[in-house]
């Protein structure tokens, strides 16, 4: 059963994934700390199965389809995360599916959906449009689409992050955390502003695609274009009746948009800090914690490190 509310869709994707998924860890960073002011922990989500913290939703919502996964193709669009994690879940359950995904996808990420089994196709080159191809597909050939944000199940699942946060860190003060299609945002901050709602959510995005950031500023659902971005895992235009657009404009509490030099900075930083790779997303969050204002921020500070699949073209140029 879909629950009605996303406070509810978490509470149930909790019960429903936890045998499924890892609870990350909460590192702290000293080195973060000293350069943000304040005491940092990352949530090292890019050491979630499939490299990403896509997997919470896209495990919750197949599995909340129940015998339908098993027996019914299931059909997704992604820019690569979401459609490992859903290429991942099926193999799981035994399910079959195919992933929709731009034409200039990662590799790094197109060969980890594939490693899973499901098949890739491509379509477009702007998420939006490989989503509604998607979705088209789906409803003509009988399959069942798994939305990669625009879906209460998979908003659900996003939002288990936050309830691993508020277990490891019950006094936390501000969480920033990378924004595309607003379905981790939506999770975290629905969950925080029900359970703790003096946390501030702070979303993150690049400055070469912030469709979210200038939709909530505009009130309405704009449609723009998106320049190349390092951020691959958050570039994309949005469904026009997403709900993650109300939840972003109602519960994030500000937005931090970062240049491509600085999300590669970040990126190199945590290699040499933390010695792990991220992915451009997560390289988002993190150079915004380090660029925003100081005022903004209340500790102790979480920053979402969303996934890991990086490819190693995209590396060496980082490095």
Same mark, same amino acid.
């Given at each position: ?95 079959? =599916? ?81 924004? =595309? ?51 691959? =895992? ?48 997560? =390289? ?36």
């Amino acid at each position: 059963m879909t629950s009605s509310t996303p406070f509810q869709a978490i509470e149930a994707a909790e019960k429903r994934i936890r045998p499924f998924v890892r609870e990350t860890y909460l590192e702290a960073s000293p080195y973060l700390s000293e350069a943000v002011g304040a005491d940092v922990h990352v949530k090292l989500e890019h050491l979630q199965h499939t490299g990403s913290f896509k997997l919470r939703g896209a495990f919750n919502k197949i599995l909340a389809l129940g015998d339908a996964a098993k027996t019914t193709p299931v059909i997704t669009a992604s820019s690569g995360n979401h459609g490992a994690a859903v290429s991942y879940a099926l193999n799981q359950i035994g399910g079959r =599916g195919i992933v929709f995904v731009p034409e200039n996808a990662s590799e790094a990420k197109l060969a980890t959906i594939r490693h899973y089994g499901a098949e890739v196709r491509f379509h477009g080159t702007d998420t939006v449009q490989t989503e509604e191809h998607a979705r088209a597909f789906a409803e003509a050939e009988n399959g069942v689409y798994v939305p990669p944000y625009n879906d209460i199940d998979v908003i659900g699942g996003q939002g288990t992050v936050a309830v691993e946060i508020l277990r490891q860190l019950p006094n936390v003060g501000t969480v920033f955390a990378s924004v =595309g299609g607003g379905g981790l945002i939506s999770g975290i901050a629905s969950y925080l502003k029900a359970k703790a709602p003096n946390v501030k959510v702070i979303g993150c995005s690049p400055e070469a695609s912030r469709v979210m950031a200038a939709s909530v500023a505009a009130d309405r659902v704009l449609d723009l274009e998106s320049d190349d971005t390092l951020s691959d =895992g958050t570039a994309g235009g949005l469904e026009p009746d997403t709900i993650t657009f109300e939840i972003c404009r109602d519960l994030v509490d500000a937005w931090v948009d970062v240049s491509e030099d600085e999300i590669a900075k970040a990126m190199r930083m945590f290699v040499e800090q933390h010695h792990m790779l991220v992915e451009g997303a997560a =390289g988002v969050a993190i150079a915004a914690a380090l660029k925003a204002d100081r005022n903004l921020i209340d500790g102790p500070v979480v920053i979402v490190s969303c996934g890991r699949n990086v490819s190693t073209s995209v590396l060496k140029r980082v490095l």
